[in-house]
């Protein structure tokens, strides 16, 4: 059992968000849900934070006297958004805690230093070597018999900065792709399906994780989730094992997305992780007694976690811009469907492949939970 943490942070105090994209936006509901205040740093007025927040401060992440100016008046700092630059983080965690650490910040923000974390604490992933030249590149891409992918080391998300190599001869594409970029060239590894745990870790070290999610991309972009995962008991327990494992191992203080691959053989391997609130736990604002962007307010302020246990079987759907090409979406339609949540992020500029909103149905099982979601996806002209 665990010892109740001193001094935690209580209802009342303000909270201080790196980030101010939909995740912050959805942690700041929360927090106000609980009685706090928010303060969000981001670089863009009017933003889906911003709009939630008590304050929004409009600054670059490297502006050193904006960013310890914004800390002197929080009392804890979180983000929503990892590719932030660690050196502000660890300047300011010398006033206020940062939580998670600008440690895990700096170990998850670029692919190799994860990768290499992960193989340290015998952390099964995909085959990977680091990409510093074209010699590298044809080196690795020999070993791997040029089935693999390329990505940038450092600040990619939604299938940015990554390219799939299939033969010889894509070779000079993904290398130009590169753009002389510092590379990490993964192995590629048939899978059975796409998995992900949302796991919560408490000053006090107590440890919680979410139902294990399935998940389809379509253009590298999350498209669906679905929870439970139609996974076997001994799968499902193996991706939490993991989940738990690193979430000790790199001494996380909030919430971690374990991004993994179920390979048909069985194993479980770990791709990617995300030391925030992820797309693919949306459906535990909902579907769960604790969401995650509760659960990282719990972590962060040192309360303890909440239960994670899910009150129904669900899929959550992202909406991208892409529903508004033909004007605005039909909303009315979409909210006659049976259970059925919408949440829509605030976004002024619905670009195509831009994350607007999503919605999340619920079904006595997964069957018909994936059957409204077609539903709803066949009136918004998703996947059309």
């Excluded at 740093?41 to 939630?52: A, M, R």
């Excluded at 919560?200 to 991309?217: C, K, S, Y």
């Excluded at 962060?300 to 976690?305: D, K």
Aim: some cysteine; overall charge negative.
């Amino acid at each position: 059992m665990t010892s109740p943490v001193e001094n935690p942070i209580l209802p009342g105090a303000t909270l201080g968000v790196f980030g101010g994209g939909q995740l912050g936006r959805m942690f700041t509901i929360a927090a106000r849900r609980m009685g706090y205040r928010v303060h969000v740093l981001t670089p863009e007025t009017d933003s889906p934070t911003g709009q939630t927040a008590d304050v929004e401060v409009v600054a670059e992440y490297n502006d050193l006297p904006s960013v310890e100016q914004f800390a002197r008046n929080v009392s804890v700092v979180t983000f929503e958004f990892e590719n932030v630059a660690s050196a502000p983080l660890e300047r300011i965690e010398k006033h206020v805690p940062v939580r998670p650490s600008s440690f895990v910040l700096h170990t998850t923000q670029h692919r190799l230093r994860e990768k290499n974390f992960l193989l340290s604490h015998g952390i099964p992933t995909t085959p990977f070597h680091a990409i510093g030249s074209r010699g590298d590149l044809d080196r690795a891409l020999g070993e791997f018999e040029h089935r693999a992918v390329l990505k940038t080391a450092s600040f990619g998300y939604d299938g940015k900065g990554q390219t799939r190599i299939q033969s010889p001869q894509d070779a000079d594409r993904a290398w130009g792709n590169l753009n002389g970029a510092e590379g990490i060239l993964e192995k590629w590894v048939p899978f059975e399906r796409e998995i992900s745990v949302i796991v919560a870790r408490g000053l006090d070290g107590q440890i919680l994780t979410f139902p294990v999610v399935e998940n389809e991309h379509r253009h590298h972009i999350l498209d669906t989730s679905i929870v439970p995962a139609r996974v076997t008991p001994q799968n499902a327990a193996e991706a939490v094992r993991l989940a738990e494992r690193i979430a000790e191992k790199i001494g996380l203080v909030g919430v971690l997305a374990v991004e993994m691959f179920l390979c048909a053989d069985g194993r479980v391997l770990v791709n990617e992780l995300a030391p925030r609130p992820h797309n693919s736990g949306h459906f535990s604002f909902d579907a769960c007694v604790t969401s995650q962007f509760e659960q990282q307010l719990r972590s962060v302020c040192g309360l303890p976690l909440g239960s994670t246990e899910l009150l129904s079987p669900c899929v959550m759907v992202n909406i991208l811009g892409d529903v508004w090409k033909d004007g605005p979406p039909d909303w009315k339609s979409l909210l006659q469907i049976e259970d059925l949540k919408l949440h829509l992020y605030g976004k002024s500029d619905p670009r195509a492949g831009r994350k607007m909103g999503h919605f999340t149905v619920f079904g006595n099982t997964v069957e018909e939970a994936l059957a409204k979601a077609q539903k709803g996806k066949q009136i918004l002209g998703i996947g059309t």
